[in-house]
């Protein structure tokens, strides 16, 4: 595995990770490291930095939805058109061609249910090159990007005996 596998390896669970660190950890000198993130970065490699928030975990108010998607592939084009008509929308998180019974995943978030299912019904589904949607609501995270969202809490009390 080279330099730059090894670097994508960690930040991608740990994308805090200081430079000096991610050096050691991975046996680089740490001009070297700097020099391939700024690589990786320039030739889009590495596309951008996120935080994993359990949202339920807050005040706001949010729901997500995967929604399945199956379009008619625009000629000369095929997917990529439509998968960029639809990820131009502010609702839309994520989008991705998949094999199966629909052509696309879209991953929306909204205030509500309502806020949701209006998203889909009045702008995704009058797409001219959508055929059908299924929504499909998402109820609790329990893992995300591989990261455990609700951990179990161990029981450390001493057992008795009567």
Not at 7 to 34: P, Y
Not at 71 to 84: Q, W, Y
Request: proline share 1%.
């Amino acid at each position: 595995m080279g330099t730059r596998e090894e670097i994508l390896k960690v930040i991608e669970k740990n994308s805090r990770i200081d430079i000096k660190e991610l050096a050691v950890l991975i046996g680089a000198d740490e001009i070297v490291v700097a020099n391939e993130l700024k690589a990786m970065e320039d030739e889009g490699v590495i596309c951008g930095f996120n935080t994993m928030i359990d949202w339920s975990k807050t005040s706001l108010e949010r729901v997500d939805a995967l929604i399945e998607v199956k379009v008619t592939p625009t000629r000369g084009l095929g997917f990529d058109s439509i998968a960029e008509r639809i990820y131009k929308y502010p609702e839309v998180t994520s989008v991705y061609l998949m094999s199966g019974g629909f052509d696309l995943m879209v991953i929306v978030e909204g205030k509500s249910l309502q806020e949701v299912a209006g998203f889909v019904n009045n702008k995704l589904a009058t797409l001219d090159t959508v055929q059908s949607t299924a929504t499909h609501f998402i109820l609790k995270k329990y893992k995300d990007h591989g990261t455990i969202l609700t951990k179990q809490y161990e029981d450390t009390r001493e057992m008795m005996s009567l």
